[in-house]
């Protein structure tokens, strides 16, 4: 079983990641295979809207995605980490985040994987970064394990916040306790309930 940290904040060794790694150590006790992305350096362009992914099943953009797509797809178990910026996640989140749409055809490619995320906030804005990933992982049938939120502002003061430390380590637990209990869509709903009805009933979402 293999669990990927995937760390999208700018700073190195900065609070987002002092989680992350925590949280990966957690998958580590439980016997997991762990890796860490770090998103940042990477060569990674925005979507553009194309659409050809819609066709060919897979991204046209040739670039740094093509690893983190390889190493998802191997991977059972994503923990995702994502500092807080203007009460949204980061850049390097939200680019991840679009780019992987093209997951989504001909069939969702990450059905059945557990999702975690570990956002970190100075104040506000933690709760925004929450829904967007757990509606990420319902949209693409993941089985959401559990969320984690830790406050600090300065570099490296999140080793203070020992309820966000304990709780990124247990998320880690958790991701790979529910990779284990076998989760899978029933195959009559292996697709969003929009897609299924435009096919079972040849109506669509967006009418006009």
Same mark, same amino acid.
Request: net charge positive; hydrophobic share 40%.
């Given at each position: ?6 760390? *999208? ?18 998958? %580590? ?10 998103? =940042?350096?990477?060569?990674?362009? $925005? ?10 099943? &897979? *991204?046209? +953009?040739?670039?740094?995605? %093509?690893?983190?797509?390889?190493? +998802? ?9 994502? $500092? ?7 850049? %390097? ?11 989504? !055809? =001909? /069939? ?15 104040? !506000?804005? !933690?709760?925004?970064? +929450? !829904?967007?990933?757990? %509606? ?18 300065? #570099?490296?003061?999140?080793? #203070?916040?020992? /309820? ?33 009805? &435009? ?7 967006? $009418?006009?």
């Amino acid at each position: 079983m293999k669990v990927l940290g995937i760390l *999208c904040s700018p700073r190195k060794r900065g609070n987002t990641e002092i989680l992350l790694k925590e949280s990966l150590k957690g998958a %580590q006790e439980r016997g997991a295979e762990t890796e860490i992305l770090f998103i =940042p350096p990477m060569r990674i362009s $925005p979507c553009d809207g194309c659409g050809r992914c819609r066709k060919e099943g &897979k *991204c046209r +953009i040739k670039d740094n995605m %093509q690893i983190v797509y390889e190493k +998802i797809l191997e991977s059972e178990g994503i923990i995702f980490g994502a $500092p807080v910026y203007f009460w949204s996640m980061c850049a %390097q989140a939200k680019i991840v985040m679009d780019r992987l749409y093209a997951f989504r !055809h =001909p /069939h969702l490619q990450l059905a059945n994987k557990v999702g975690g995320v570990i956002v970190v906030a100075s104040s !506000h804005g !933690h709760l925004s970064v +929450i !829904h967007n990933f757990n %509606q990420f992982f319902i949209s693409n049938h993941m089985l959401a394990a559990d969320w984690v939120f830790g406050f600090a502002r300065e #570099k490296g003061a999140i080793v #203070k916040n020992k /309820h966000a430390l304990r709780s990124s380590y247990e998320l880690g637990r958790a991701v790979v306790s529910l990779v284990s209990q076998g989760f899978h869509y029933p195959e009559e709903f292996k697709n969003p309930i929009y897609w299924m009805v &435009k096919d079972k009933y040849g109506v669509d979402p967006c $009418p006009f």
